[in-house]
């Protein structure tokens, strides 16, 4: 048996060997990464392989060379879980330098789901209170990245300790440690926030910096908490030395200055010193960016930091431009004036590369408009749009008409031009804000009944440009523009100047292309259109007033019959007087029938609008050439009725008006609908048993129920009274959808089935578009003598209807970009100092509030001095001082034997020599110096003397 198993031994140390001897190293991984750049992922998986068998390996040498690599494929995107046990057995060696590679993969691969976690507090714990100061910096380190809740409260008194450490560097550490403790274990805090703010006052400056730092994140987060630490962190911030802790500092000010006023008056003056003596442009920025948020009272230090921001908006790095723009935008509510004698470099940014730079400028620009500089600001952001890409133009016409609307047109004197703007902005290629540019139009003429014949004028245009009808991505929301556009058109057509040119327009073929609901508002317009053109031509024949005015129907009949028809039919010189048929002309009956021709290709349109209205005005307008081939004139006076009704002005409505209105007494609104209600539940309930039951059956248990409802019937208005409570709602709901899901499943003939959309045609390639000129026509001439009589300089802003309204009735509009969901990872800083913000570090401590004690675990002397530099990552660096201090040891009894000295001095010796445990052993038997000391002496001197 003995053979046995030392032959198995030997031959699993003869495996160790060769693996080890043809183990890859991870230099030679890395340049085989490199040199299969065509099959990298076979070599990859090989190289798993190898490290799966060679993980397992009794050597640890081995191992930790497996561990290692697998390590950087794990930063490659190969995941190491696998090998989490065996990173934890790596990270229990005594070497030094194994230790260090467990502790790097453990930073790299641990997670909170990770299960060998559990297995590591005794490990972390054994190495924070080593003597070795490598060990304890290395438990620190790995604690810090991987640390959990449960991690956290079984060794943060063991972190904590390590704060009274001598060494400088395990202070620091110990102290950045702590923070990402605290944000684990909030109630860890208050009880080492005492200690943690000693650490300002500590003689390495290291573990100052680390300090500040610390509390510099959490007072970023909870800044109130943090004011009374306000002296202390001037006192630093005046003596200071280091760029890193004075932007720390600075940003701890930016934080503080908002909650205390007299703060800014302060830090005047160091911040005006470091930004006049500092070359370094993040300590600047810091110092701008803390004056800009909370020390804008002080006009001196805001004027020093504009001036500095104007050199870095003329910097060629483009982070460095975009900090300048950032931090301007803080400017624009406390010192506009300051902000805008920078306009020209901000107009210039707009046309920048960078996307962060040009939505930034956007921003600026839209806050720094006013009433004088709307219609500029406008020309610019609309020169803009030539070289700007799809996504930042789309942001431009929303900002436009934004800028524009924004508290019921408080910027806009000229609502001409403000249409002009809109019919412009329609004709923007592949823009998404057509059906907002629409709602703009729609609104302005419903408001402004001054503007309502320009507007006429002005969007004509648009209707007779067939390019926008065209079926592509570059007009992909035009139809929700020219839908709007036609509806005002249609409202507003008796200021149109030629009739038949805009109803060849409306009944263009490539109207059919447009969606259902912009043809159904089309074929409205062109009714009104039609009518307009009639009642221009009856009231030019028959003058009932001013060029333009309806008829007044109550005081002039206007259907009777004609005394001198033939008069009238052959064009007489004499005008019928008022109150007379007027015979339909000519061009009036051509254009009746153009418009029933061109319109009967949508009564088979699959849009129910569209059909519906185009056979409702195929049916009018038959019915008007019945009456007018029956009695001349009367077709005229059907349509002339018809334009009475349609003269009835629109007025613009809240969108909460209906709030307004009082809920009458006499209206039973919680009232049932039926008095049988509960009995038609009831019934609806069992109707597919009922189904299912011959005639007879069903005779027989309808009359059953219905005596069984007769006496458990209760008062309907019990019913409906009661207050019911969110779980029957919720069952009544549900109850009502299965309901109606049965009665469709059995009567679905029954149904109307949903429209499917047409599908979308193929896009077209993109090609630059420029937006083409309508055709010249007499509406164009007529626009252009309007426009060119119009003086903008001395227009008076006309008044607009519901701008005296509250602004609580409207519903806020918001004016910036949309903020979509970002990502959120599972610890989020801003969820973890969340659950600190209830915990005041500043009040007293309560009972039982402080940390465990950790008497019970080993802890090095601080006391104990150094003869030498030890350097603990060597190859067995542990080992080798174990080996030094036996060969000094050594050499003490060598020279305690050539030269006898008195007992007391090679005590002395031996005491100053030896390290670490030599000044525990002398501190055990200092109480027995006069006793034991002697003996344990004699003793030593005479075995040595025997040997």
């Known amino acids: 048996m003995m053979s046995s198993a030392s032959s198995m031994g030997s031959q699993n140390k003869t495996k160790a060997t060769s693996i080890r001897l043809f183990q890859k190293s991870l230099r030679d991984m890395i340049t085989g990464i490199r040199s299969h750049k065509d099959t990298q992922k076979e070599f990859i998986n090989k190289c798993l392989a190898d490290i799966r068998a060679e993980v397992v390996s009794s050597d640890i040498r081995t191992k930790a060379v497996a561990i290692e690599k697998a390590t950087y494929l794990h930063s490659l995107g190969y995941s190491m879980h696998w090998a989490s046990f065996h990173v934890v057995e790596l990270m229990s060696t005594t070497n030094v330098k194994y230790k260090r590679i467990g502790y790097l993969a453990a930073c790299q691969s641990f997670g909170d789901d990770t299960d060998v976690v559990l297995l590591i507090p005794n490990l972390l714990k054994k190495d924070l209170a080593s003597p070795n100061p490598a060990e304890a910096a290395l438990a620190i380190s790995c604690l810090g990245n991987i640390v959990t809740p449960e991690l956290s409260q079984t060794l943060v008194a063991d972190v904590y300790s390590l704060l009274n450490n001598h060494k400088p560097d395990l202070r620091r550490r110990a102290c950045l440690c702590l923070y990402k403790c605290f944000l684990r274990y909030p109630e860890a805090l208050r009880p080492s926030f005492a200690r943690l703010t000693e650490c300002l006052d500590d003689d390495d400056q290291s573990v100052v910096q680390a300090a500040v730092t610390v509390l510099s994140e959490l007072a970023m987060h909870n800044p109130k908490t943090y004011l009374p630490l306000a002296p202390k962190f001037y006192k630093l911030l005046t003596s200071s030395s280091s760029n890193w802790m004075t932007i720390k500092l600075v940003k701890v000010f930016g934080a503080l200055t908002p909650l205390e006023p007299r703060l800014a008056k302060k830090l005047a003056g160091p911040i005006s010193e470091i930004l006049e003596t500092t070359n370094a442009k993040s300590l600047m920025y810091e110092c701008i960016r803390t004056v800009v948020q909370g020390m804008t009272s002080q006009e001196k230090v805001v004027r020093q930091a504009v001036d500095k921001l104007k050199d870095m908006l003329e910097d060629h790095d483009p982070n460095i431009k975009f900090l300048a723009l950032h931090a301007l935008t803080f400017l624009l509510d406390s010192h506009p004036r300051i902000v805008a004698e920078h306009k020209g470099n901000i107009f210039e940014c707009l046309d920048h590369e960078d996307s962060n730079i040009q939505y930034c400028a956007l921003k600026i620009v839209c806050g720094l408009v006013t009433k004088r500089t709307l219609m500029d600001t406008t020309a610019h952001l609309m020169n803009a749009m030539g070289k700007a890409d799809q996504r930042f133009r789309d942001e431009l016409v929303s900002s436009i008409v934004h800028i524009c609307m924004n508290e019921r047109y408080a910027l806009v004197t000229d609502f001409v031009w403000y249409l002009s703007v809109l019919a412009d902005l329609i004709r923007v290629p592949c823009s998404s804000h057509g059906a907002l540019v629409g709602e703009q139009i729609i609104d302005v003429c419903l408001r402004v009944e001054v503007i309502r014949e320009a507007a006429v004028g002005i969007l004509a245009p648009l209707l007779l440009d067939t390019s926008l009808l065209e079926q592509s991505n570059v007009n992909k929301t035009v139809p929700e523009a020219l839908q709007s556009v036609a509806w005002v058109v249609g409202e507003y057509a008796h200021y149109i100047v030629d009739h038949e040119e805009i109803l060849d327009a409306l009944l263009a ?19 009104k259109v039609y009518a307009s053109a009639v009642l221009s031509y009856s009231q030019g024949i028959r003058p009932t007033g001013a060029v333009g005015a309806l008829p007044a129907p109550d005081t002039e009949p206007l259907i009777e ?46 849009n129910l609008e569209v059909r519906e209205r185009t056979c409702q005005l195929q049916q009018m307008l038959t019915i008007v050439g019945s009456a007018e081939e029956a009695e001349p004139g009367s077709g005229i006076a059907i349509i002339e009725e018809f334009a009475t009704i349609l003269s009835e002005e629109i007025q613009p409505v809240s969108l909460k008006a209906q709030k307004k209105i009082e809920i009458p007494e006499s209206l039973g609104a919680e009232e049932p609908m039926s008095a049988e209600w509960d009995y038609l539940l009831f019934s609806s309930d069992d109707e597919d048993e009922d189904y299912e039951v011959g005639k007879k059956g069903k005779k027989g248990k309808k009359s059953k129920k219905k005596e069984k409802m007769s006496k458990e019937l209760r008062d309907v208005t019990e019913i409906f009274g009661a207050k019911k409570s969110k779980e029957q709602i919720a069952k009544e709901e549900r109850e009502s959808r299965e309901m109606l899901a049965r009665h469709k499943e059995k009567m679905g003939q029954y149904y109307l089935e949903g429209e499917s959309n047409p599908a ?72 973890l100092h969340g659950q600190l913000g209830a915990y005041d570090p500043l009040k007293p401590l309560d009972r039982g509030e402080d940390l465990p004690s950790v008497e019970a675990y080993p802890r090095f002397d601080p006391y104990a001095k150094d003869d030498g530099p030890f350097n603990a990552f060597a190859p067995g660096g542990a080992k080798a001082s174990k080996d030094k201090k036996k060969k000094k040891d050594k050499k003490d009894k060598k020279d305690k034997k050539r030269v006898p000295e008195s007992d007391d001095k090679p005590k002395e010796k031996k005491s100053k020599k030896s390290g670490g445990d030599g000044a525990k052993k002398e501190k055990k038997s200092k109480p027995k110096k006069n006793g034991n000391a002697d003996v344990d002496a004699l003793a030593q001197n005479l075995v040595e003397t025997k040997v």
Request: proline share 9%; net charge negative.
């Open 760 to 831: 979308e045609a193929a896009s077209k390639k993109k090609k630059p578009i420029a937006s083409l000129p309508g055709p010249e026509s007499a509406t164009m001439a007529a626009l252009e003598a309007r426009l060119a009589n119009h003086n903008a300089s001395n227009v008076v802003r006309p008044s607009i209807k519901g701008e005296s309204d509250s602004d609580e009735e409207e519903e806020e509009i918001s004016t910036g970009p949309s903020v979509g969901k970002h990502y959120q990872p599972k610890n989020a800083s801003s969820a």
């Open 509 to 527: 073929p490539q109207v059919k292309q447009l969606p259902g609901h912009a043809q159904s508002v089309y074929i409205q317009s062109i009714f």
């Open 561 to 606: 019959l004609a005394d001198n028809a033939s008069e009238a039919s052959t064009g007489g010189a004499t005008a019928p007087t008022p109150g007379k048929l007027v015979p339909e002309s000519e061009d009036l009956v051509s254009l009746r029938q153009k418009v029933l021709r061109r319109i009967e290709p949508l009564a088979t349109s699959f």
